[in-house]
């Protein structure tokens, strides 16, 4: 059943292409009806799936000629990021209730974004994987462009080039794994074991584990990530922090680690420390965790600090995967689950919330709007989503968080320790945020006094409270008991670990 | 000499030529004084009804070709009959696109140019001797010529087509140099004893004539597959000339013009296969200790490197060009370029098996069927607001939302994103380079290629961007872009095509390889 999670979306996405354009509430119900449904295909096929290993869901030949296959599976790790897909497609339509420009394409669009991304979880072919991938970056293009704000034309087509070049990084990757494994097939079983010589797992690991990073937000190559964050609309700002940046990271996991696994090894030689391919990687994580920290620290725009909080908090997924243990890569997993759930709703809040009620992101104009009298349930929200971001107790982001620590420490204490560092400046960025924005105390001018009697905001409406509430909830029910996901994630990354894909 | 053979080879260029004459007949003799609507359809309508004759005639004769004296001249089946096919289907969706336009009222003549024009490119594509070769491009391009210079009205009509001339008559003399310098060093103009004759000459030193044969060959056909740096008539031509003879040039002359590429490089591993009578042949025993020689000149080494010189700067100078556009037909030109570059990497690296041939035809046949609706798409917007510029594009989708969904399935597709068909041929035609060899010269060119292929998405989304992401300058309701139904159906048709036949990449590898299996 966990494919119809994909033809149902594709699907969905062209009906709402061919629905008459004034009818923005039957396109809203519409996709509410599919994302919904895909949810529900997602939490049965997670419920269906526990305890088990790989499943095969469909295998049909694609060209055979070529060795290709139609060949959608599912392990621990697909279901879990499958289940953030469906609840993150849910939450971006609540949040896009509003949308009243051109509703049904964006509608169109959402969904085929969201029928890709369901594609690359499940796909165990490398060539299905990459084609799935790809259909995902050309919605997003549109969706930032057509309904964007703060330089979008500029923000869209940054996102779009940085995502086409890497994965044409991917795509040479694929090409150079099959003729090397001898042309007979791209299923990625048949490619872990096809025993690719190390020399070559050694050039392609890092070029295919870079094409995916980029889209995970790895520093340096992060900076499409903050433009687009903020400049997409609600909805495409929660797919991108939410699951866009797990399509790299799952790549990363998936074909980057599991089809090269020698690349990782060390090198023979070391420099400043740096002794593999695995050294620079985590190198570069730390430092997209420290900075993508201290940067925040320092927006003046409320959306860039989540954007920049959502490259620190992407670090940990790539310093989780670096480690190469079980414990820091099931953190791993767990954080794109996690930072899924938890980078949707602090966009929710500031992008819709928020913003869509005061005109403005400035948080020195947020300052003086008394937001923690006027919206409550914002404020609120955002203290529960800012406690689950900075990883408290309780919450999803700490049970991951920790894991990647402690799988750190195993490997190598200076990785954490510096990390410790960006875990800190969270904390600082987060409250700073949070206090500036909605319990401020600075008094408006009389100007603003004048202009704040006759404007009141929009009441918040039953979509935002429910879109709210189901992903602070779902944090919280994790962070409480983690371990229904980590059942599932645990023997997947297991047999990752002992061979490649099982 | 047999003529009949000749006769039976030849049929579907006697049907195209035929039903050239008909059209002839019927629009000057018939409907002189009827309606230029109804010419303009019936003769459309007889052009494709020939080509359709054709397409059969190409189904019943089946053989091995024409030989005269022992030295095959025209060959038939395979790869030949995959490219012949394509070229009949890729001619009658240009004159189909023409039941749209107004540029000329000599409709009749233009048809049967079109034809003619189509029955050189079967030609090219079948030839195996150096000068059928050279008539069938001299066929295919004095076609070519005359279409672009149709539309009389038009300044840069003639402007594109004295320059297209110009350049193609030198380009031709080049290739007939060449040509004559091969017939020196080997005596024969038939393929296979041309490419033995120059294993031969270049063992006994006859190196430096060979290679300047070569360079001049290349400079001949990289002209007609507009490849850098013989590329610069392209932008002009397709600037100027009329939307389907543009069309026309850019995917039936190119498939011929690839066609015989694909000949010339197999015919270059399968010299051998070609002599039936018995001979004999020499082996050298080279004792151990004396040095091999190391370098065997040859059709074999050389060539390829020309072609590989040609397609790198192709690739980074189309693409790198047409960022800068600001002319939808002279940004597809450049894109042209580009292709032609990705495509001519797979010509460098040709493989023994068909694998290279049939994603060669693969890709230019998928490629002319995209470029082809691409124009139409253009013609449709030109003949609304008067300009091909891409600020005409503004607005797309609300001024017609069909054809800018139509434009975006095409245009995506030629940036080679998948599920559509363009992916498809690209990742195939990579596949086969790296399947023939597996170095790092390889590997390098298909990531420079792959590279330049995330470049063009750049420009492609700057059209696809003012189709649907900017408002159109003129917002008032009412300036909706109307296109013949005839025309929105075949754009229509091609947009499907391109979705099927990338959603179903085996559908059209399979009839490909139906003619060509893969061994």
Known sequence: MLVWTIYLSFAGALVLA????????????????????????????????????????????????????????????????????????????????????????????????????????????????????????????????????????????????????????????????????????????????????????????????????????????????????????????????????????????????????????????????????????????????????????????????????????????LLGLMTLNQIGMTGAVMQMFSHGIIAGLLFAIVGRIVYDRTHTRQLAELETMHLSKRLPFAAWAFVIAGMASMGMPGFSGFIAELQVLVGAWMVNPWWTLVTGVGVVVGVAYTWRALQKAFFSDALPNAHMLEQEHEHNFAAITWPEVTGVVMLAGVSLFIGLYPKILLDAIEPAVKALLAGGVQ | MNYADLFRVTLPETALEVAALVVLIVDLGILRKAALKLRVAVAALLGVAGCGAALWTLQVSYGTGYSFDGALLLAQGGYIAAAQSGILILTALTLLLLIDSTFTRHVGEYVAVVLMAASGGLLVASAQDLLVIFIGLELLSLGLYILTAFAKQSGKSAEAAIKYYLFGGMSASFLLFGFSYLYGMSGSTSLPKVILGTYLSASNGGTPLFLIALVMIAAGLGFKVAAVPFHLWAPDTYEGAPAPAAAFIASVSKLASFALLISISTVTLHFLDSFHTTGFVTFTVIPAGVPRPSIVFGFRSIWPLILTVLSVASMVLGNLAALAQTNVRRLLAYSAIAHAGYILLGVAFYSWSNRSANAILYYVLTYGLTTIGAFGVVAVIERATGSDRLDSFLGLHKRNPLLAAVLGVLFLSLSGIPPLVGFWAKFNLFAAVLGVSAGPIPFALVALAVAMSAVSLYYYLQVLKRAYVMPAIDETPGNQIKAHPVTMAVLVAIATAVVVLGCFPALLQGWIESFYPIL
């Open chain 1, 18 to 317: 061919l629905l008459p354009k004034d009818k923005p509430a039957l396109a809203r119900w519409l996709s509410l009806a599919v994302a919904a449904t895909g949810l529900a295909l997602a939490v049965q096929g997670f419920i269906a799936g526990m305890g088990q290993g790989r499943t095969v869901l469909v295998d049909l030949p694609w060209v055979p000629s070529m060795g290709i296959r139609f060949l959608l599976a599912a392990d621990g790790i697909s279901r879990v990021l499958v289940l953030l897909t469906g609840l993150a497609a849910v939450a971006g339509v609540l949040f896009s209730w509003n949308i009243e420009l051109r509703t049904n394409e964006f509608f169109a669009f959402y969904l085929a974004l969201i029928g890709g991304v369901y594609g690359v979880f499940l796909s165990f072919d490398l060539f299905l994987l990459f084609v799935f991938y790809e259909i995902a970056i050309v919605p997003k293009y549109f969706l930032i462009a057509i309904w964007g704000s703060t330089r979008r034309e500029y923000a869209a087509m940054k996102l779009a080039i940085y995502s086409f070049a890497g994965s044409a990084m991917v795509l040479i990757g694929l090409l150079a794994a099959y003729t090397t494994a001898g042309s007979h097939s791209t299923g990625l079983v048949e490619l872990a074991h096809a025993n690719l010589p190390v020399s070559f797992q050694m050039w392609c690991f890092p070029l295919v584990f870079t094409g995916f990073a980029i889209l995970a937000g790895m520093w340096p190559l992060h900076t499409w990530a903050p433009t687009g964050h903020v400049a997409a609309p609600t909805a495409a700002s929660m797919l991108l922090a939410g699951v866009v940046m797990k399509l790299g990271a799952y790549g990363c996991l998936r074909v980057g680690i599991a089809l090269f696994p020698r690349g990782l090894d060390p090198w023979g030689f070391s420099f400043i420390g740096i002794g593999s391919w695995r050294d620079v990687f985590a190198l570069l994580a730390v430092i997209g965790i420290v900075y993508g920290a201290l940067v925040a620290l320092a927006q003046t725009d409320f959306k860039f600090v989540i954007g920049y909080s959502s490259v620190s908090h992407m670090g940990f997924v």
